[in-house]
């Protein structure tokens, strides 16, 4: 009886060691299926999400969301910019630092009368407000506000789904 127990503590205890730190970013989720405020935060978080230790600019995210967007949102997402734009002042720091921009867009819903984050116009194209926060998170585990914005995301139903296929930032702040 005793060595029976033994063995079931034994099996049952587990490991001592940690799991390895995990990370979701690269992680793309297929907004294909759902509606115009789902597709518009989630192509948002991910255009504003940047991994400057293996992206060389913010054209690396927007081309990661290239199956989700449609129009002059395809055409940028399809070729980096030629020349390249200015890089973001802290874009090397981040990089060697190993950080991470995150960003979160969410539906803003103060925008529109009836208390929703989408306008739609017609059955085939939708306006969404959004607001989009974003944090820089350091290696260390600390996290740094950075930039958010609000704006406004134009979608198109193709016959794919919904797509993003504008977007226009309105305000700039922390």
Do not use: C
């Not at 991910?46 to 060389?56: H, K, L, M, R, S």
């Not at 890089?87 to 925008?111: F, K, L, N, Q, Y």
């Amino acid at each position: 009886m005793v060595t029976i127990a033994a063995v079931i503590v034994f099996l049952s205890r587990g490991s001592d060691t940690p799991p390895p730190p995990g990370t979701d970013a690269g992680i793309t989720i297929d907004p294909s299926a759902t509606d115009p405020v789902g597709v518009a935060t989630s192509v948002m978080s991910g255009v504003f999400t940047w991994q400057p230790a293996v992206q060389d600019s913010p054209w690396d995210a927007l081309h990661a969301q290239r199956d989700d967007v449609t129009g002059s949102m395809a055409t940028a997402a399809a070729t980096p910019p030629d020349p390249a734009p200015q890089p973001i002042p802290e874009w090397s720091a981040w990089a060697r630092s190993g950080d991470v921009v995150t960003a979160v867009a969410r539906p803003d819903t103060s925008v529109y009368a009836d208390g929703t984050a989408a306008e739609m116009d017609g059955d085939n194209q939708a306006t969404v407000a959004v607001v989009i926060d974003r944090v820089v998170q350091h290696r260390s585990g600390e996290i740094t506000p950075f930039t958010g914005y609000t704006g406004a995301v134009d979608l198109e139903r193709t016959a794919d789904g919904w797509k993003v296929a504008n977007y226009r930032l309105v305000s700039a702040g922390l």
